[in-house]
């Protein structure tokens, strides 16, 4: 019985392919990247419990087992490290994460096209930029104590101008805040599309029935699109280790280090610069770990309370 179910079910699926055959064939050249860029690099961890010598190669370096683990959770300023990347993802995770759905609901209430269309195109350019660029504009135009925008405002009403670059207890929100300046338009982007499916005539029933703007929002444009904002927030939650190294790196020095510091940039100190390659990598054997835990718990609680998820 078992047996027959199967048949039908793989005679189901190639008939399914046949059906869809052109859809398929547009999703081989994702498939050959992943398999190429995401999956063939994974057998590379291997080296985090070896002694890698880059000229013995993987099969003839020594085997060391968890030897490197225990270093990282020994390492004096672990703890500090790991603090510094939990709180500063948390922080994009909260505002960088909602900036763009309330931009996005915002922006879809404007009636007039061409307004929007400008506002859209406006809030995606930085999205454009590098970050060192980013880093470049932050710094010298709007937080330089004698040409900052911020600092020229701060004179006229009456204040000292503010070195924010070399304050700690600024580092962490300059470093947010630019990403959400850099990033919600394109996140802004995903939600419109999303919003683009909503059928017109939900809105125009619910105006005849009386519901006003933020009833129709409430009621009718944020449950439909609940999927979409799920799915992202879940891809989200599955990279809250991968802060980014550039993000970081353009903003540190060495008055803000011990609150910027996070795995990303302790890897490029570790690994690039002092060839630490063994080392380096169970790091981000780690943050693979506690991103996949972070995933599996999100989706499961995802699921109980919205009814969505990755799987």
Same mark, same amino acid.
Do not use: C
């Given at each position: ?7 039908v079910?793989?005679?189901?699926m190639f ?7 052109? @859809?398929? &064939?547009?999703?081989?050249p994702?498939?050959i990247? #992943? ?6 690099? +994974? *057998?590379? %961890?291997?080296?985090?419990?070896q ?13 060391v087992?968890?030897?490197h ?16 990347? @939990?709180? &500063? ?7 960088? #994460?909602?900036?763009p759905?309330?931009l996005? +609901? *915002?922006? %879809? ?15 995606y350019?930085?999205?454009f ?14 937080l330089?104590?004698?040409?900052? @925008? ?11 101008p503010?070195?924010f ?20 338009g394109y ?7 999303a919003?683009?499916?909503v ?11 009386g519901?006003g703007?933020?009833?129709q929002l ?6 439909s699109?609940?999927p979409i904002v ?5 891809i ?14 353009v903003?540190?020095?060495a ?12 890897i490029y ?7 630490r ?9 780690f943050?693979?770990i ?6 599996f ?13 990755l799987?």
């Open positions: 019985m078992k047996g027959k179910k199967d048949a079910h793989k005679k189901q008939q399914d392919i046949r059906r869809h055959k052109a @859809l398929y &064939i547009m999703v081989i994702g498939v990247y #992943f398999i190429i860029f995401k999956y063939i690099p +994974l *057998l590379g %961890n291997i080296i985090a419990f002694d890698y010598d880059i000229f013995d190669g993987f099969w003839a370096s020594k085997f087992g968890l030897k683990f225990k270093i990282l959770f020994q390492y004096r300023d672990f703890q500090r490290i790991l603090g510094n990347t @939990l709180i &500063i993802s948390f922080y994009d995770l909260i505002f960088g #994460f909602t900036a759905l309330i996005a +609901l *915002l922006i %879809n209430e404007i009636g007039n096209g061409v307004f929007k269309k400008v506002v859209q195109q406006v809030v350019l930085p999205h930029l590098s970050w060192t660029i980013m880093g470049g504009i932050v710094i010298t135009q709007l330089s104590p004698s040409q900052g @925008l911020i600092n020229l405002l701060l004179q006229k009403l009456g204040y000292e503010i070195y670059m070399i304050q700690p207890q600024y580092a962490r929100a300059i470093v947010v805040l630019s990403g959400i300046w850099r990033d919600t996140g802004t982007v995903v939600y419109l599309a919003m683009t499916a059928s017109p005539s939900l809105y125009e029933a619910a105006a005849l029935d519901a703007k933020f009833k409430l009621y009718i444009t944020l449950p699109i609940v799920i799915t992202l927030f879940l989200r939650i599955g990279h809250f280790m991968d802060f980014g190294f550039e993000r970081i790196w903003f540190s020095n008055s803000t280090t011990p609150v910027l510091e996070t795995f990303d940039t302790y100190k570790a690994g690039i610069l002092e060839g390659f063994s080392y380096t990598t169970a790091i981000g054997v943050k693979s506690v991103g996949f835990i972070f995933l718990f999100g989706n499961k609680l995802s699921r109980k309370f919205t009814g969505e998820g799987y």
